[in-house]
């Protein structure tokens, strides 16, 4: 057992403001003093640690010191055998864990509704993705998780599959049967990969979803500045007991800067503390939160906050009662339209909308006040802005039909078509709202009618769609195949 | 002992008072409550430090926001208080034998405790059989009111501590749909003068009238509020503040009061002309 009051990097960082160490290393503004405009916005606090590695801080690429110590009381803290400080955001975690994981033309299992992320680490790597369509839920308009029964016959069909990787839990905080799927993917060779991206709490609250770790999964990402109160940007990356976490090591070298944020890093060592030690506290008050609003929002009636109701003993497992999804299009309204008239009118800005949800980010850094505030402003909304439902579009997750892997496509040589003449080909970008990032189309999938206007919808209920190299969306990028 | 409490009323202007003790100083869920004891204001109460009101000058506020749209609408019966954990403004409503409730919600208990334990001269106004008590936060009390009453007072602490809630947009539209169609609103409106104070008061007049098409702002003077100039706002679906104001019905009444009058009620619509500009900005 160690000691989770500790947490060395942090303390080697206060130690070096005390010690007044003369700098001749980068970075050159030298302690803030070299960029007086920025230390005066960020404080003087924050310019002193933003410093380079060094003896006593020792080195991210290579940890034998104070970050070390720090990885392994983070380790312990997630039950995990190895953790790993990560600088490029929880996108760098899930990246390194994949290419750690399969290599060009394996197959790696995957829900189709995964962040962007995963399938860009397969346009690196060249793995092939073996999708599994997750189920939904049509009434809320939301992909849900993976049913067993489709795990065990996408093994049967794809024996030599090497990796799956599952959500746990989604944007939404739904959660698939994390504990059945590991053992049947372990039972056939395969290694789990688990993206908790929103589910850091897992490993500290009370009865909340089992984690990653607490399963026997092999990896997981986990985005410590959602849930877990560190700096944005930084993220962990977990590794079970049968990985060779040295290789892993290598992977991250193999993207990630040399030159780490020591100010990610000490907010992720500072904030492991703080969820060893009082985490349990924490999660309670943010599901207390949250169940307050969720019951608060369905007195009004039109709004549907769903919870546990949901859980379906499948696709549906678990819900994760933290989060705050709400469903407005029983109020005649899209999610972003709800998202836009709370930001421009009642100047509350929410994590995201999408066609037919929006997602309040409830958190311990939240006020009873601001909750009233945003359960107020929903009441309003619903008063002044009600519509008719009819013209909504009623489901929002379209199966995609995939002609070739991301890589091919990505690499394939393409020919840039307006929008509305790409029915038939094969797309060769991303095309998503974001957030939440899910992909509506990925590189190497055919492009029909229905993703068509799902687009144009989406992009005229005032979404922000990203992913083509044709920044207005007016073209898409098609492998050329004449 | 020479001590003295001082409230910033701006970052460099002070107001400086005597103190001759402390009666009461305690923290609550929601704030710091002090009750001190001087000579020339007899007993204050602060929250957060900010002078709420004192013994002395109180009845200018209590008035002004009481008599003004008891003075347009006779036949208010309804009535609901945010905030007024001192017992003032029920202390004024409860001269109206024509009212029939007044529902008075008030976030922190431990005010109107210690305002009945040290401040008898509002918090009498508890004791009127009409008023309900109830402590709750005031957006989430009238979110849920729709249709119901005659008039809603918002006697709210400045922006910055606990009432920063009842100058948002959701609480006046809330406030909107909890009226009748005959409803009048009225706010504690914050000051024009200081920088910061002026900025609140803009926020709250430009959030209050995306819910109210008819809203109007009146001044009063009060002695230890900062600048001593002090507005508010009424806001109705319906009522003009100085068309309808029904001046010989009011003087039938014969109700004592030591700052209102009707003459003073359609002076106080008038204002000065930065605080006109300042308004018209809003709108």
């Not at chain 2, 709210?156 to 948002?168: A, N, Q, W």
């Amino acid at each position: 057992m160690l000691d989770q009051k500790k947490a060395p990097l942090f303390e080697a960082l206060q130690k070096l403001k005390y010690d007044n160490v003369v700098p001749f290393d980068v970075p050159g503004h030298k302690r803030g003093k070299g960029s007086p405009e920025l230390t005066n916005f960020l404080g003087e606090k924050c310019m002193e640690i933003d410093v380079n590695s060094m003896k006593p801080l020792d080195n991210l690429c290579h940890p034998v010191s104070v970050i070390k110590d720090s990885h392994e009381l983070a380790a312990e803290a997630f039950g995990a055998a190895h953790a790993f400080f990560m600088t490029n955001g929880t996108t760098s975690s899930v990246q390194s864990m994949i290419l750690a994981s399969v290599k060009p033309d394996d197959e790696i299992i995957l829900p189709r509704n995964v962040h962007q992320s995963v399938i860009n680490a397969l346009v690196i790597c060249g793995a092939i993705p073996v999708y599994i369509n997750p189920q939904t839920d049509k009434r809320l308009g939301i992909a849900l998780g993976m049913s067993v029964k489709d795990v065990i016959d996408t093994i049967k069909a794809h024996p030599k599959a090497k990796a799956i990787l599952i959500n746990n839990p989604t944007y939404y905080g739904i959660c698939s049967n994390l504990r059945e799927i590991t053992k049947i993917a372990h039972a056939n060779g395969i290694k789990v990969l688990v993206d908790e991206a929103h589910g850091t709490h897992f490993y500290f609250g009370k009865d909340l979803p089992p984690s990653a770790m607490s399963v026997g999964a092999d990896m997981a990402a986990v985005s410590m500045h959602k849930s877990g109160g560190s700096l944005t940007q930084s993220s962990i990356l977990l590794c079970g007991e049968n990985v060779n976490a040295n290789y892993v090591r290598q992977i991250i070298n193999l993207t990630q800067t040399t030159s780490n944020s020591y100010l990610l890093m000490g907010s992720l060592d500072v904030s492991r503390r703080n969820l060893a030690l009082n985490g349990v506290e924490i999660f309670e008050k943010v599901k207390a939160f949250s169940n307050y609003a969720r019951e608060e929002i369905n007195e009004i009636g039109g709004y549907y906050a769903y919870a546990k109701e949901l859980i379906n003993g499948d696709s549906i497992f678990d819900f994760d009662t933290t989060k705050l999804s709400v469903n407005t299009l029983d109020i005649g309204l899209a999610g972003i339209e709800v998202y836009d008239i709370l930001r421009d009118e009642y100047n509350i800005q929410i994590e995201f909308g999408d066609l037919g949800n929006i997602l309040a980010y409830v958190s311990v850094g939240d006020k009873n006040k601001n909750i009233e505030r945003l359960i107020s402003a929903l009441y309003e909304i619903k008063r002044i802005y009600k519509k008719s439902k009819t013209g909504m579009l009623d489901s929002e997750y379209i199966s995609p039909q995939v002609f070739c892997s991301p890589k091919e496509a990505f690499y394939a040589e393409k020919k840039s078509v307006p929008i509305a003449e790409t029915i038939g080909e094969v797309c060769s970008e991303f095309v998503m709202c974001y957030p939440p990032g899910i992909p509506i189309l990925a590189p190497g999938e055919l492009i029909t009618k229905e993703l068509i206007e799902y687009i144009t919808y989406a992009k005229d209920k005032g979404c922000v769609i990203t992913g083509p190299e044709c920044m207005d969306i007016s073209r898409l990028n098609v492998i050329r195949r004449d | 002992m020479d001590l003295w409490f001082s409230e910033f009323h701006s970052k460099t202007v002070k107001l400086s008072i005597k103190v001759e003790t402390q009666l009461y100083n305690e923290s609550s869920n929601y704030q710091d409550i002090a009750v001190l004891k001087t000579k020339e204001f007899g007993n204050i109460l602060t929250l957060d430090g900010v002078i709420m009101l004192t013994e002395r000058d109180e009845f200018i506020y209590h008035e002004m926001i009481t008599h003004i749209p008891m003075a347009v609408n006779q036949n208010i019966k309804k009535v609901l208080v945010i905030g007024a954990g001192d017992g003032g403004v029920a202390r004024e409503l409860s001269k109206y034998k024509t009212i029939e409730s007044i529902d008075i919600v008030e976030i922190d208990e431990q005010v109107v405790k210690v305002c009945k334990e040290f401040l008898p001269q509002t918090a009498i106004g508890f004791e009127d059989e009409r008023v309900n008590l109830i402590f709750k936060d005031g957006l989430k009390f009238v979110r849920k009111k729709d249709n119901e009453y005659d008039l809603i007072i918002v006697d709210s602490t400045d922006p910055s501590g606990p009432g920063e809630v009842l100058f948002t947009k959701e609480f006046y539209g809330n406030c909107y749909k909890a009226l009748k169609d005959d409803g009048i609103m009225i706010n504690q409106h914050e000051s024009p003068f200081y920088k910061e104070d002026a900025k609140a008061m803009n926020f709250a007049h430009k959030r209050i009238v995306q819910s109210f098409k008819m809203s109007r702002v009146y001044q009063a003077h009060i002695p230890t509020y900062p600048s001593g100039h002090w507005l508010f706002g009424f806001s109705s679906k319906k009522y003009h503040p100085i068309r309808d104001l029904k001046a010989k019905e009011w003087n039938d009444l014969k109700i004592k009061t030591n700052y209102y009058n009707t003459n003073l009620h359609v002076g106080s619509f008038y204002l000065p002309t930065y605080v006109e500009e300042m308004l018209k900005d809003n709108e």
